[in-house]
């Protein structure tokens, strides 16, 4: 299957916090990616704003660092990378200040789209905005990328909304979840919506529950600081877990349009029922296999922020009403996996005698990695013996169904930024999103911080604490095992 290469229109990308790790990591990288598979007009420049004092060779050897790291290489081709290269440029900036904003407006062009991508911490999104407009740089048709986290709360998400307010409108801001630019997320949306298979059966009547794991085999080593003042709640449920169950649970949408899409994930945040301390189980990572725990990593011995969290979520409307939703992420786990697992109900009538071999089917949606589906359904078990029952699955790679294409999904972000340049909101959380999600979080977050609960301890390499199984046994359900 041949990918069809659709270029943007030419743009002038100014990444604010350009020689910062995000930059280097992924959109450098991914903007290459996208240039070497004709996606970006040569035309368009990309230029990188950070406080560091370089010129624009400085940033070009930055940035050819980065493409030689991150990108593969079947994929780094030095005539590309060069012709990219001459692309960047580099403009030293204070964005409490004056300097370097002349500089900035003489770089960007009339007539081409216009994107600032705040790769900053939020304390400086203000001072941003603020300088874009004093200086002329902005207009009405520029962008803003901003990152995750989007505040640690209601009230200071609320903030960072009215401040962006203040010199941008709704539809010139985009904020990036970066799990909704996976592809295999998006798939979540297709398989849903361009199949009249599931729909139909894809209510509380027929689902008995939904697993949502998001297990990492990676510590917070290198990021504690910023970590434990976050922990797998905010880092992870408020937004990646919740774009997920939103995925799953939503009512589709009258088209695929951003509002369209955005208003129906709403409806479902505001659905959530607050979650009861007794259907949470945090946990803190012990050390093993030569690493140390997450106290050392977070260098606060008493620390009572978790890495791992798993929770029971209930969803009170007419389509999810009685199907609970079971949520778990964690950090230093056996296994990297993510995956979507939807629980079918029994038959509600028989007519085989063999009840041993009876399992439920199980629709089960791998994101990453070796994205795929598999169903599991039942067959007669092959062979003399009556009609006894197995149950077999229905396994599809995306790579092995869809050959080279399928095995070539490009990374979150080269998506979400080609997105941005067209100017299409749907991968991008809303303002009302972002807050209808902090409402939901706050109260749990305050309950365990006012009664001082206190994570318990798990294994490195194990899937979590013991207390989490509980969670599913007192329901007679069971965890999927955590396994790549
Ligand atoms: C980030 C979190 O947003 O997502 C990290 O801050 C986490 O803690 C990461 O590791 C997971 O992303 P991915 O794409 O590796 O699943």
């Not at 520029?142 to 609320?158: C, H, M, N, Q, Y």
């Amino acid at each position: 299957m041949v990918s069809r290469v659709i270029p943007v229109d030419v743009f002038d990308l100014v990444v604010f916090g350009g020689t910062g790790d995000l930059a280097q990591r992924k959109i450098i990288p991914g903007l290459y990616r996208r240039y070497w598979g004709g996606h970006i007009p040569p035309e368009s420049c990309i230029i990188g704003a950070a406080r560091s004092d370089l010129d624009d060779a400085g940033y070009r050897a930055l940035a050819r660092e980065a493409i030689i790291e991150y990108v593969a290489e079947d994929k780094r081709d030095p005539e590309i990378i060069e012709a990219f290269l001459a692309r960047l440029s580099y403009v030293a900036i204070d964005a409490k200040g004056t300097g370097g904003w002349d500089k900035l407006k003489a770089r960007v062009r009339k007539g081409t789209v216009r994107a600032f991508y705040f790769s900053v911490a939020p304390s400086l999104f203000g001072d941003l905005a603020e300088r874009l407009h004093l200086h002329g740089i902005a207009n009405p048709e520029s962008r803003i990328v901003v990152e995750k986290p989007f505040g640690r709360d209601l009230e200071s998400a609320k903030a960072l909304n009215a401040v962006l307010a203040q010199h941008f409108t709704e539809a010139q801001i985009y904020r990036i979840d970066h799990y909704l630019g996976k592809e295999t997320v998006q798939n979540l949306m297709a398989v849903r919506f361009a199949n009249i298979l599931f729909e139909p059966l894809w209510k509380s009547e027929y689902v008995d529950h939904v697993q949502i794991t998001v297990a990492e085999t990676v510590s917070v080593d290198g990021r504690g600081s910023y970590y434990d003042r976050a922990g797998a709640m905010r880092d992870m449920v408020q937004n990646h877990m919740m774009q997920l169950l939103c995925l799953i649970a939503m009512e589709p949408p009258y088209h695929f349009d951003p509002d369209a899409v955005r208003d129906e994930k709403l409806k479902v945040i505001r659905a959530l029922d607050p979650v009861s301390p007794d259907d949470i189980v945090r946990g803190q990572y012990l050390a093993g296999n030569g690493q140390g725990s997450y106290l050392e990593h977070c260098e606060d011995p008493a620390s009572k922020t978790e890495s791992y969290i798993a929770l029971k979520v209930n969803i009170s409307n007419w389509r999810w009403k009685g199907t609970p939703f079971y949520l778990r992420t964690g950090k230093r786990l056996r296994a990297r996996t993510s995956e979507i697992a939807i629980t079918f109900r029994e038959p509600p009538h028989s007519i085989f005698d063999d009840a041993e071999g009876w399992r439920e089917n199980v629709l089960v949606i791998r994101l990453q990695p070796n994205e795929g589906m598999n169903l599991k359904v039942m067959i007669k078990e092959p062979g003399p013996g009556g009609m006894r029952l197995t149950q077999v699955p229905l396994d599809m790679s995306f790579a092995e169904a869809l050959g080279e294409s399928g095995a070539d999904i490009p990374d979150a972000y080269e998506r979400l930024i080609m997105d941005v340049i067209r100017g299409n909101q749907t991968l991008f959380m809303r303002g009302d999103e972002v807050e209808a999600a902090w409402s939901w979080t706050d109260p749990i977050i305050e309950g365990w911080e006012e009664r001082g609960d206190k994570p318990m301890p798990y294994d490195a390499g194990s899937s979590g604490p013991e207390d989490a199984l509980m969670l599913m046994h007192r329901d007679g359900r069971r965890w999927r095992e955590i396994r790549e």
